[in-house]
């Protein structure tokens, strides 16, 4: 069975940090695109973060770029989100997701809560 946890999400102040973290297990994801989106009661899903196969491209959404890093270890199956300076408006729930073969992303972890205090 595949899937994709996250984890490492959870309540901060305005201008700390987290890190979340997604584990694959059941297939290797070292082939494929890997992203990280969030969602908001009664908004749309948006994308945060993409990172190719091999980690050298990146995509990352205006409003958190400086701020987000995305990695990834294909050794340890696992794709990361280093959040800095986060912002109230960055409370969300995080999901990582894989995007096999080019063919969109058809793997979706359960999703991690980040909340943001001001």
């Known amino acids: 069975q595949v899937q994709l946890v996250e984890s490492g999400g959870g309540l901060v102040q305005a201008g700390g940090s987290l890190r979340l973290s997604c584990v694959a297990s059941?297939?290797?994801?070292?082939?494929?695109?890997m992203g990280w989106f969030r969602q908001v009661p009664g908004k749309e899903r948006e994308v945060v973060a993409r990172?190719?196969?091999?980690?050298?491209?990146?995509f990352y959404v205006d409003s958190v770029k400086g701020r987000f890093t995305i990695s990834r270890d294909n050794a340890k199956n696992t794709v990361y989100l280093q959040m800095n300076n986060l912002k109230p408006e960055d409370t969300a729930v995080y999901h990582c997701?894989?995007?096999?073969?080019?063919?969109?992303?058809?793997?979706w972890g359960q999703g991690t809560q980040v909340t943001v205090s001001s």
């Open positions: 990172i190719s196969a091999s980690g050298t491209l990146t």
């Open positions: 059941g297939r290797t994801f070292s082939s494929d695109a």
């Open positions: 997701a894989a995007n096999v073969g080019g063919r969109g992303y058809g793997y």
